[in-house]
């Protein structure tokens, strides 16, 4: 099926794969094909979401805000939600005890994955939709804009959750990424 992207929707699919990475997240869900969208602005269909203000630095956000961030970074808003500064604990015992005292062993003591994280089934869907989204419309090319009508068909996935939650209606939203389309192609 990746024979089919344009390059954007290839874009979208790499950037997914990193969001996960650097979230620290063990699959490719929805929410990560929402934030490699959104990384593409310029885009048409991806417009339609940054024009009413979901950017990928806002979909990040509600995707940590829902799921967690990198350990590090979770356990930082946990201890300064109790007033504990772990920024400055670090540095205290790193000055004791050395650079990268309180890190953990490499990969966290587990056995490392082969090639990453791996796409989830809700993710695996929205391809599966997005590929029908293309045909359907008779394009021959799974564009980003495809990629977002796959997400917001699925219906289900947190990257649905994120939409709502920024005050969007799904169908609005849709109408507005068909006519992106149209107009892309036309």
């Known amino acids: 099926m990746f024979e089919r992207f344009a390059d954007g ?4 699919v790499t950037g997914a794969e990193a969001e996960a990475r650097s979230l620290r997240h063990e699959y ?3 929410e990560h094909l929402l934030l490699g969208v959104l990384a593409q602005p310029g885009d048409p269909a991806a417009a ?6 979901l950017d990928v630095e806002s979909g990040r956000r509600a995707v940590v805000r829902l799921l967690g961030g990198p350990p590090g970074e979770v356990d930082g808003a946990a201890l300064a939600a109790i007033g504990v500064d772990l920024a400055a604990v670090r540095e205290a015992v790193e000055a004791g005890f050395g650079p990268g005292a309180l890190d953990g062993p490499a990969g966290g003591g587990r056995r490392p994955k ?6 989830g089934a809700r993710a695996k869907q929205v391809m599966v939709l997005s590929l029908r989204a293309a045909t359907g419309r008779g394009d021959r090319r799974i564009e980003v804009g495809h990629l977002l009508l796959g997400l917001l ?3 289900n996935g947190l990257a649905v959750r994120v939409i709502r939650d920024h005050g969007l209606d ?3 939203v849709e109408r507005e990424v068909e006519s992106a389309l149209a107009a892309a192609a036309a």
Do not use: M
Not at 48 to 53: D, S, T
Not at 114 to 119: D, I, T
């Open 9 to 12: 929707a290839r874009r979208v």
């Open 28 to 30: 490719i869900g929805t």
């Open 48 to 53: 339609v979401l940054v024009r009413a203000g």
């Open 114 to 119: 082969r090639g990453g994280p791996r796409f």
């Open 153 to 155: 068909r699925e219906g």
């Open 170 to 172: 799904l169908a609005d």
